[in-house]
């Protein structure tokens, strides 16, 4: 088992890609705290946790909230003594706008649950990392951090930002044996997420959800389309020993779609 002991804090662990990080995690022998604003949500995958043999803690949490952020990761703190790894997954996908359209609630919003959620879990759970003198941060980014499409701007942009984050805090906690790692994933199936993609895009180009995923499946080298256990494998990479000496980087987790 490759994370036997460990302990992992994932935001967003609810539902989608997070739930799948947390139970691919769970078959790997970690602990794992649930962060998320949906407490029966979060209860659900305690219990399908507890079924592999680990234990769970399902904390309500809101990523844009530094109260709320700083009391949940003191409760995992005094529940298991430790955070080896934090997974950023919490996150929040724009109503879609041309620039010169969009609010600044939209705006706002976006920005606030993507990057500066991102920023304030990270603050709260670096130094008990840093006393232990190791860790491992998963910050999901996306291919649109890399890539243009049209009419989610505050998404590329959270999502950019999360790439410097990633970079500047490997620079800052690599002398303490913290890594600091990104996955950009392209079009992840069977999330909230992926309806509300599926949606906006219909809204702005119409195109049909059906023709979008087909376009989707042909415009990736591996001709599939990537599932939310597919980002939790990249995750377990990028949290367990297997990938010790990797830090500051981006990984794209999309079937071959951003070759930048
Ligand atoms: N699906 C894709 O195609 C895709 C592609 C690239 C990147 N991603 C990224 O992968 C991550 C997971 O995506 P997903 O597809 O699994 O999305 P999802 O199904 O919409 O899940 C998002 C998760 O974030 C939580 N969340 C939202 N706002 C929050 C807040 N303020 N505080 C705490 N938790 C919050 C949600 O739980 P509550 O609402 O209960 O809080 C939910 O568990 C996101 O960061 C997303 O941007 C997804």
Redesign the pocket.
């Known amino acids: 088992m490759r994370l036997q002991g460990e302990v992992a804090l994932i ?9 799948a990080i947390a139970l691919r995690f769970a078959k790997e022998g970690a602990d794992i705290i649930l ?4 407490q029966k ?2 209860e659900s995958v305690a219990k399908e946790v507890s079924a592999l043999g680990r234990q769970a803690l399902a904390l309500g ?4 909230d530094d109260r709320s952020v700083r009391s949940t990761v003191q409760q995992g703190l005094d529940r298991f003594g430790k955070i080896d790894s934090l997974i950023n ?5 724009c109503d879609n706008a041309p620039l010169q359209d969009m609010s600044d609630t939209e705006w706002d919003i976006t920005l606030r ?2 990057l500066t ?1 991102t920023f304030q879990v990270c603050r709260a759970v670096v130094p008990a990392m840093m006393a232990r003198r190791c860790g491992a941060i998963v910050m ?5 951090a890399k890539a243009a499409f049209p009419f989610n701007a505050p ?1 590329a942009v959270a ?1 950019a930002g999360l790439l410097g984050l990633t970079r500047t805090l490997a620079a800052e906690t690599g002398a303490y044996g913290i890594r600091v790692n990104a996955l ?6 069977g ?4 309806t ?2 599926n949606h906006e895009v219909q809204k702005m180009t119409g195109t049909s959800p059906e023709d979008r995923v087909a376009g989707a499946r042909n415009s990736v080298l591996l001709q599939n389309l990537t599932k ?1 256990e597919d ?1 939790a494998e990249a995750a377990l990479f990028l949290s367990s020993p297997a990938s010790q000496t990797i830090t500051g980087q981006s990984l794209n987790v999309d079937g071959g779609y951003c070759y930048c």
Do not use: F, Q
């Not at 935001?11 to 739930?19: F, M, V």
């Not at 949490?61 to 844009?64: G, I, L, S």
């Not at 997954?89 to 996908?93: D, F, Q, V």
């Not at 999330?191 to 992926?194: A, K, L, R, Y």
């Open positions: 935001t967003g662990a609810g539902r989608g890609i997070g739930r962060a998320g604003r949906t949500d979060l949490c809101d990523v844009t997954n919490a996150g929040y996908y649950v993507n959620g999901l980014s996306s291919i649109a998404y999502k950009c994933p392209g079009v992840v199936v999330t909230e997420m992926h509300k993609v939310p980002i």
